[in-house]
């Protein structure tokens, strides 16, 4: 278990600079994402042009260097962006998840410099999007199984296989993808090669039809001897699997604080229609059957928001954070289904069409209980951690 003498100096109040990044997440969600938020849900429709603005705001590489054209924020920072984000458009922030967390934090911290340069700056800069590739129709939570492979032919790998539910599949244009180099290393021989889209032989499939965070460019890849060049290995040969945990670890975090906005969001919501709908003769939220629900609602995001902001801050003071950012994920995701479902509940009948937004919510929701690590992987993460004492 995390030593918690390590959170003696912890601080309860936001920075300036952590203020301003919240508000200015807060009034491009409201204001920018929340008007066409139902229609591209319905479209199942990319926020193209929602996303662009996000990198103009600096908020697509809001934790890279300054030096590689990010922003230069802290984690804290980060999940306070995601949460305001999360509450209105889950679609757009996946995307802002993924080009933090798994696409610039992966390069600026295991790629050389010349790969920061070619390929981490138009990321940090939001010029281009990046993509996670991992899962497989065969390995999904195994991630040990990789059957994509990366043949050595010297001075460049063939590179062959499927790649199944990758957020940004057809919108990136740089790729992190897993492939398995020597079979018989197991794990050890799983390198990550940087992909660009265009590459011959790299095929995009049909974008899936999903459930929640349809406006979510997720798809599957095809690669078909692509010539991928030595040059665009990441580490050394057989650092792939090493990559992918310790990037998820801070993925994590993302996804935790989506499923925490998407819980705040619902709560806002139930809680601002329970003032406005009147049952026998007073306001629903006058009733001690919806006034509980609410309290229930707010006592377990406040539970989230702070195993969300410690993860956070373990990270920003480079201690061990594997156990929090799993805690904060599990935890928050479960909650983010609990509220959206209970906030359905309050606006009854209205609650189940579109236009009050929590249905959207609530199916959204879902998705932060299976990605970037499952429920059960998490407490997988969690046991081993406390089990080792």
């Known amino acids: 278990m995390q030593d918690t003498t390590t959170l003696a100096g912890l601080n309860f109040e936001l920075s300036e600079e952590q203020i301003a990044a919240r508000d200015a997440a807060r009034d491009f969600a409201q204001n920018v994402l929340k008007p066409g938020v139902i229609d591209r849900d319905r479209e199942q429709r990319f926020p193209a042009e929602e996303i662009k603005q996000l990198g103009e705001l600096g908020f697509l590489g809001m934790m890279v260097d300054p030096k590689y054209g990010g922003g230069g924020m802290d984690t804290i920072s980060y999940v306070l962006v995601m949460e305001e ?112 889209k265009g590459m011959p032989g790299f095929v995009v499939g049909a974008k899936e039809d999903k459930m929640g965070i349809r406006g979510s460019d997720t798809h599957t890849l095809m690669f078909q001897d692509v010539k991928v060049p030595k040059a665009n290995r990441i580490g050394e040969d057989g650092f792939g699997f090493t990559f992918a945990m310790k990037t998820l670890s801070g993925g994590r975090i993302g996804i935790a604080s989506q499923a925490l906005g998407i819980a705040s969001g619902a709560y806002e919501l139930a809680l601002a229609y329970s003032k406005e709908r009147k049952a026998f003769g007073k306001t629903i939220s006058d009733h001690q059957a919806i006034a509980f629900k609410l309290a229930d609602m707010a006592t377990e995001i406040e539970a989230a928001r702070l195993l969300c902001l410690k993860a956070a801050w373990l990270k920003d003071q480079h201690l061990n954070y594997d156990q929090a950012s799993a805690m904060a994920k599990v935890f928050a995701s479960e909650v983010a289904m609990r509220t959206t479902t209970e906030a359905v509940q309050v606006h009854g009948g209205y609650g189940y069409v579109k236009e009050y937004h929590v249905e959207r919510l609530m199916r959204d929701a879902k998705i932060t209980q299976i990605y970037e690590g499952t429920s059960e992987v998490q407490r997988i993460v969690i046991s081993r951690s406390v089990l080792k004492g």
């Open 85 to 196: 984000l999360s509450k209105v458009d889950a679609s757009a922030s996946v995307v802002v998840s993924v080009n933090n967390s798994l696409v610039c934090w992966g390069l600026e911290t295991f790629a050389n410099e010349e790969q920061k340069q070619k390929y981490l700056v138009p990321l940090a800069k939001g010029e281009k999007i990046g993509a996670f590739c991992l899962s497989e129709p065969e390995a999904g939570s195994d991630a040990t199984s990789q059957r994509t492979t990366a043949i050595d032919m010297g001075d460049h790998y063939l590179l062959n296989g499927t790649k199944n539910w990758i957020t940004n599949g057809n919108s990136a244009s740089t790729y992190l993808v897993m492939a398995q180099t020597d079979a018989a290393k197991g794990h050890k021989g799983i390198n990550c090669l940087i992909v660009e």
